[in-house]
């Protein structure tokens, strides 16, 4: 093994590293499913369930809090079985503003698969009925410049966020649990008042730190650990 390839081992060791996200809040992504707000409520996402009305399918509101505005935005879903994943393309949010998205509704005049979940049929997509599962796995992306926006659910995952992390008891209390899509799958007939309005992620704007991994600090430990072999035997040649 020679000097320069031990050298290039030792720097490839360190460019292999993991990307660890940190956040700072920047807003919120609301849900609520055949759901009335409560009267006392005031918030955005309380008037958006008071604009909307009582409709039985979930219903997202994305708000960016902060005072720069979200560029790029797009909310998705993973897919799962026989759902295909499929992406609403948001654009814009300005600066403390909000977002209604109400799959089957709401139109970014996008190409969606027929099935999917943010296809524009004009009128609500019933989730609970068609079987979306309580795992079914939600995203979010945008920029606030050279910064990436992303979901963290209130559970703490950061990237994504699922119905299952919000699921409890039903508004009326006639379910012991249900989530945002109304689930786990068919559950809400027995509600007339079901899920939210409330908050189901996070808008967390994600930096990027650089961290070697176990294995790239080995690497660098047998690369050196080779290269001062290397010299000694050249060393002791000389003699």
């Given at each position: 093994?020679?000097?320069?390839?031990?050298?290039?081992?030792?720097?490839?060791?360190?460019?292999?590293?993991?990307?660890?996200?940190?956040?700072?809040?920047?807003?919120?992504?609301?849900?609520?499913?055949?759901?009335?707000?409560?009267?006392?409520?005031?918030?955005?996402?309380?008037?958006?369930?008071?604009?909307?009305?009582?409709?039985?399918?979930?219903?997202?509101?994305?708000?960016?809090?902060?005072?720069?505005?979200?560029?790029?935005?797009?909310?998705?879903?993973?897919?799962s079985g026989s759902f295909p994943a499929d992406s609403f393309n948001i654009g814009t949010i300005a600066a403390n503003s909000q977002v209604i998205v109400e799959p089957g509704v709401s139109n970014d005049a996008l190409v969606h698969p027929a099935s999917g979940l943010f296809f524009h049929s004009g009128s609500p997509i019933d989730e609970s009925d068609l079987g979306y599962p309580g795992d079914a796995t939600f995203s979010f992306s945008g920029q606030q410049g050279a910064v990436s926006i992303i979901a963290q659910d209130i559970c703490g995952t950061i990237g994504s966020f699922t119905?299952?992390?919000?699921?409890?008891?039903?508004?009326?209390g006639t379910i012991r649990n249900i989530n945002f899509l109304g689930g786990p799958v068919d559950n809400d007939g027995p509600c007339s008042n079901c899920f939210g309005p409330q908050v189901v992620a996070n808008l967390v704007a994600a930096t990027v730190t650089t961290t070697?991994?176990?294995?790239?600090?080995?690497?660098?430990?047998?690369?050196?650990?080779?290269?001062?072999?290397?010299?000694?035997?050249?060393?002791?040649?000389?003699?």
């Open positions: 093994m020679t000097r320069s390839l031990l050298m290039k081992l030792a720097g490839a060791a360190l460019c292999l590293a993991v990307q660890v996200a940190t956040a700072a809040t920047v807003g919120d992504i609301g849900a609520f499913y055949f759901s009335t707000a409560p009267n006392a409520c005031v918030t955005a996402l309380c008037s958006a369930n008071n604009s909307v009305g009582v409709v039985d399918d979930v219903v997202f509101v994305i708000q960016n809090t902060s005072a720069t505005a979200i560029t790029n935005a797009m909310l998705s879903f993973a897919g119905p299952v992390c919000t699921a409890g008891v039903s508004n009326d070697p991994e176990p294995a790239a600090i080995s690497l660098l430990g047998l690369g050196l650990a080779a290269l001062v072999t290397l010299q000694t035997r050249r060393r002791s040649a000389r003699r």
